[in-house]
């Protein structure tokens, strides 16, 4: 089993910033990605960005590139996702999740955190 604790988010004006961490623990070996995830008022859940352990290579969707960046420290077992430039549509509760694939696919993340609401007014 792996768990995976999200914290960082918050309530911030649209144009500023937050810095969400997830911090993994249990089998992280077994674990090659972590992923963010979000799921605004009325909507899926959505991917957004994704980092790989071995080379730190990462993916993001297109709706936050330029403006979010992922970012992982294998020796803690945590990620962070800096979020830059907000917006309200922005407004999410934001997950993080592990899985053996890089990529958008949420069906390939297979540990999932409780998830830590940021907020975007405008």
């Known amino acids: 089993q792996v768990q995976l604790v999200e914290s960082g988010g918050g309530l911030v004006q649209a144009g500023n910033s937050l810095r969400l961490s997830c911090e993994a623990s249990?089998?992280?070996?077994?674990?090659?990605?972590i992923g963010w995830f979000r799921q605004g008022p009325g909507k899926e859940r959505e991917f957004v960005a994704a980092i790989r352990w071995s080379d730190g290579n990462t993916y993001y969707a297109d709706s936050v590139k330029g403006r979010f960046t992922i970012s992982g420290y294998n020796a803690a077992n945590t990620v962070y996702l800096q979020m830059n430039s907000l917006e309200p549509e922005d407004t999410a509760l934001y997950y993080c999740?592990?899985?053996?694939?890089?990529?958008?696919?949420?069906?390939?993340?297979?540990?999932w955190g409780q998830g830590t609401q940021g907020t975007v007014s405008s």
């Open positions: 999740a592990a899985s053996s694939v890089l990529g958008p696919d949420r069906w390939n993340y297979h540990y």
């Open positions: 249990g089998r992280t070996w077994s674990t090659a990605v």
